[in-house]
């Protein structure tokens, strides 16, 4: 047997392989569970290139952009899209984060810039916490009413 037919053999065993898996439905479940990966790998590419010094700096914005929505989608998919629900906020974030590596690592140094990006935070900051207390809002109150009970009991003053 000499080394091109070894080479056939083996090239033959793998396409048979490769076929055998697409009919399994393989490629199908890592494709449904790690298609999130093909919008966080351009983000991080993006990343990569601008610290390479490839890309200008004004690709930081949509690499902050698609890595932070990339991490949404892999919660999503992973951990079931209800909890799309709570993590919306992450949207208005993403643009924050890459308007912020923009403003950090770009030349544009202006407060406008630092500003958008800070507010973007905030506001998504402040969506996350009304859409937690939406759901969670009245746990969320006991809780405090308890602790601020327990830290009247212990700071009351001492009648000795």
Do not use: C
């Not at 992450?90 to 507010?119: C, H, N, T």
């Not at 009245?138 to 009413?145: F, R, S, T």
């Amino acid at each position: 047997m000499n080394r091109q037919s070894a080479a056939v053999g083996i090239g033959v065993v793998a396409v048979g392989l490769i076929i055998l898996l697409g009919k399994l439905g393989v490629f199908a479940f890592i494709g449904s569970v790690f298609w999130p990966l093909f919008v966080l790998i351009p983000g991080v590419l993006l990343h990569v290139l601008y610290f390479g010094r490839i890309v200008p700096s004004i690709a930081l914005i949509p690499a902050g952009i698609l890595t932070v929505v990339s991490i949404a989608f892999m919660i999503g998919n992973w951990f079931g899209w209800w909890r799309m629900k709570y993590l919306w906020p992450m949207f208005p974030l993403a643009i924050a984060v890459g308007l912020y590596e923009y403003y950090i690592f770009g030349y544009d140094r202006s407060k406008q810039l630092w500003l958008a990006s800070i507010g973007l935070a905030g506001l998504s900051l402040l969506f996350f916490v009304m859409s937690l207390l939406w759901t969670w809002g009245i746990y969320l109150i006991a809780l405090a009413l308890i602790g601020v009970g327990a830290w009247l009991v212990v700071r009351r003053p001492k009648m000795w």
